[in-house]
C-alpha cells in the first residue's frame, strides 16, 4: 500500500477528518519552515482539536435549544438598584456544573435574569457541556402531555440527562397539582446528579403558590438550595423604564 495512502486511511480510521483533508498541506508547510516531526504533529493534531472543538460547540448550542445566544459582554449592570455582581460573575466559571449544584436568579421581571441565564448556558456551551434550555411552562406542557401519551420516562430522562438544565419564567404562571409533582419529578431526578439554573420573580415564600402546595414546594426548594447559590436582584424592569423614556420622548 502507499504510505500516503497508509496515513491518509489511519487518519480517516481514527475519524481525524480535518488532518486527513489538510495533512498534505501542512506537511509541505512544515517542511518549508523546517519543523521537526514533532512539531509538525504538534501543528496537526492542534488544528484537529480546534475544528473539532468548534463542530462539537455548534452542536451543544444546537441541542440547548437556547431561544437567543447572549453573553454578559452586554449586560447592564447599573440598572438594576441591587445585583450581587461579583457572585454572578464568580458564578460563570462553571464550577458549579462540575460540582452538580444549583444557581437561582430572584428578581421582578426585566432586570435582565434571562440575559444572564441565556449567557451561562451559552458558556456552558463553549465549554462542551449538554445542556437544554426552557421555560417551567414548557416543562410542564411538555411532561403533560408525555403523561397522557404514556412517554412520561422518555420525557423525564429528556429534562434529567444533560449537565445542565436552565429553566426560565418559574412563577408568571400557577401549576395545578399535576403539572407540581411532574416539575418535582425533574428537580428529584437532577438533584445532586445535575445541575440547575433558575430563574424566578417570586420570592421563596411565595412558593406554596406556585405548586399550589406548599409541601411540594418546600421539596423543590429544599433540593435546589441545599447544593446552590441564590442571587436576588432588585430594580424597576428595563421594559417599563424603555417605554417611559419613549413616552416622555414623545411628549417632548
Given at each position: 500500500?502507499?504510505?500516503?495512502?497508509?496515513?491518509?486511511?489511519?487518519?480517516?480510521?481514527?475519524?481525524?477528518?480535518?488532518?486527513?483533508?489538510?495533512?498534505?498541506?501542512?506537511?509541505?508547510?512544515?517542511?518549508?519552515?523546517?519543523?521537526?516531526?514533532?512539531?509538525?504533529?504538534?501543528?496537526?493534531?492542534?488544528?484537529?482539536?480546534?475544528?473539532?472543538?468548534?463542530?462539537?460547540?455548534?452542536?451543544?448550542?444546537?441541542?440547548?435549544?437556547?431561544?437567543?445566544?447572549?453573553?454578559?459582554?452586554?449586560?447592564?449592570?447599573?440598572?438594576?438598584?441591587?445585583?450581587?455582581?461579583?457572585?454572578?460573575?464568580?458564578?460563570?466559571?462553571?464550577?458549579?456544573?462540575?460540582?452538580?449544584?444549583?444557581?437561582?436568579?430572584?428578581?421582578?421581571?426585566?432586570?435582565?435574569?434571562?440575559?444572564?441565564?441565556?449567557?451561562?448556558?451559552?458558556?456552558?456551551?463553549?465549554?462542551?457541556?449538554?445542556?437544554?434550555?426552557?421555560?417551567?411552562?414548557?416543562?410542564?406542557?411538555?411532561?403533560?402531555?408525555?403523561?397522557?401519551?404514556?412517554?412520561?420516562?422518555?420525557?423525564?430522562?429528556?429534562?434529567?440527562?444533560?449537565?445542565?438544565?436552565?429553566?426560565?419564567?418559574?412563577?408568571?404562571?400557577?401549576?395545578?397539582?399535576?403539572?407540581?409533582?411532574?416539575?418535582?419529578?425533574?428537580?428529584?431526578?437532577?438533584?445532586?446528579?445535575?445541575?440547575?439554573?433558575?430563574?424566578?420573580?417570586?420570592?421563596?415564600?411565595?412558593?406554596?403558590?406556585?405548586?399550589?402546595?406548599?409541601?411540594?414546594?418546600?421539596?423543590?426548594?429544599?433540593?435546589?438550595?441545599?447544593?446552590?447559590?441564590?442571587?436576588?436582584?432588585?430594580?424597576?424592569s428595563y421594559r417599563v423604564?424603555?417605554?417611559?423614556?419613549?413616552?416622555t420622548q414623545s411628549a417632548?
Amino acid at each position: 500500500m502507499n504510505p500516503k495512502h497508509n496515513l491518509q486511511y489511519l487518519l480517516d480510521l481514527f475519524r481525524l477528518q480535518h488532518s486527513a483533508e489538510t495533512i498534505e498541506g501542512q506537511a509541505k508547510e512544515a517542511a518549508s519552515k523546517n519543523l521537526s516531526h514533532l512539531e509538525f504533529l504538534e501543528n496537526l493534531l492542534s488544528q484537529e482539536a480546534s475544528v473539532r472543538h468548534k463542530r462539537i460547540v455548534q452542536l451543544r448550542i444546537a441541542q440547548s435549544k437556547l431561544p437567543v445566544v447572549k453573553t454578559m459582554d452586554t449586560f447592564d449592570w447599573a440598572h438594576p438598584t441591587s445585583i450581587p455582581k461579583q457572585l454572578i460573575l464568580n458564578v460563570f466559571s462553571l464550577d458549579f456544573v462540575e460540582k452538580k449544584e444549583n444557581f437561582i436568579l430572584i428578581g421582578p421581571s426585566g432586570l435582565g435574569k434571562s440575559h444572564i441565564a441565556q449567557a451561562l448556558t451559552y458558556a456552558a456551551c463553549q465549554k462542551e457541556f449538554k445542556t437544554l434550555w426552557t421555560t417551567a411552562a414548557d416543562l410542564v406542557n411538555t411532561l403533560t402531555a408525555a403523561k397522557a401519551d404514556r412517554s412520561l420516562s422518555r420525557a423525564i430522562k429528556h429534562y434529567a440527562m444533560p449537565k445542565l438544565l436552565a429553566i426560565d419564567e418559574l412563577g408568571f404562571l400557577p401549576m395545578d397539582k399535576d403539572g407540581s409533582d411532574l416539575f418535582f419529578q425533574v428537580i428529584s431526578h437532577r438533584y445532586e446528579q445535575g445541575s440547575v439554573v433558575l430563574t424566578t420573580n417570586r420570592a421563596f415564600k411565595d412558593w406554596g403558590k406556585i405548586f399550589n402546595d406548599n409541601t411540594v414546594a418546600t421539596a423543590i426548594l429544599d433540593r435546589l438550595v441545599h447544593h446552590g447559590e441564590v442571587a436576588k436582584i432588585e430594580g424597576a424592569s428595563y421594559r417599563v423604564k424603555n417605554r417611559k423614556e419613549k413616552s416622555t420622548q414623545s411628549a417632548g
